[in-house]
């Protein structure tokens, strides 16, 4: 007999995995919290200040946490989707993932050129303490305002369809351990003992 030279797949995440899911988990929330007061709350002009200042700090972390895990994610072989998931299932599970990772990749970059092209050029100090370039190009357009507020407009539409998307996706992993029973949710957190959940 062949045996087959691959690995057996592994039954749970790293410990890294999972410390990168759920630190981003806790910043987007975060982030979200955040972006809505800062623009739609009612605040003093200094208070709002430092709020933008907190959200881009925070949204910069999101970016550099978001590429530490597609690093890990090419490189680290994750654990299947349960065999019993139908096929349709399957596939909208794999792109509600690959959404989530263009979203945590792309709004942070769109809110980092948004920055960059306003014509009030804000500085950013990431915690008040390291100093965080504008990209380049952007400050130099003639008509930044227009481009900083169509970029404005993609970050807002792209935060409310992240927003919907994560509904969603804590939605599918609360039905898998409440409603299915099986392991995809235990398998993102790091003590629960694996394949406890299967009805009597
Ligand atoms: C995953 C990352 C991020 C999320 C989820 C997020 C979320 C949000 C949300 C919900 C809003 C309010 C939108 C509205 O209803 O008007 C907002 C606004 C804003 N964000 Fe972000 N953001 C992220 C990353 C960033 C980054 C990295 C920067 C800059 C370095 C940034 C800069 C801004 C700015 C300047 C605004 C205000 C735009 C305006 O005045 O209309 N964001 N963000």
Excluded: C
């Excluded at 200094?46 to 530490?68: A, D, E, M, N, P």
């Excluded at 890990?72 to 998931?85: E, G, T």
């Amino acid at each position: 007999m062949i045996e087959s030279a691959r690995p057996a797949a592994p039954l749970r995440y790293t410990r890294v995995a999972i410390a990168l899911h759920w630190l981003t988990a806790l910043a987007v929330l975060g982030l979200i919290g955040i972006g809505l007061v800062m623009t739609h709350g009612d605040l003093t002009a200094i208070r709002r200040f430092q709020l933008y200042q907190w959200h881009k700090s925070v949204g910069i972390t999101v970016l550099g946490l978001s590429l530490l895990r597609l690093g890990w994610r090419l490189s680290h072989r994750p654990p299947p989707l349960p065999a019993a998931l139908p096929r349709r299932e399957r596939g909208g599970a794999h792109l509600a993932h690959l959404l989530l990772y263009a979203l945590t990749l792309g709004l942070p970059l769109v809110g980092w050129a948004l920055v960059s092209a306003s014509p009030f050029n804000l500085p950013t100090m990431l915690f008040g303490t390291v100093p965080w370039p504008h990209l380049p190009v952007l400050p130099e357009m003639a008509n930044k305002a227009a481009v900083e507020a169509w970029l404005k407009d993609i970050h807002a539409w792209g935060a409310w369809f992240l927003i919907a998307l994560l509904l969603l996706h804590v939605g599918a992993a609360l039905r898998h351990h409440w409603v299915l029973r099986d392991d995809t949710l235990r398998r993102m957190l790091p003590r629960l003992p694996l394949g406890t959940g299967a009805r009597p």
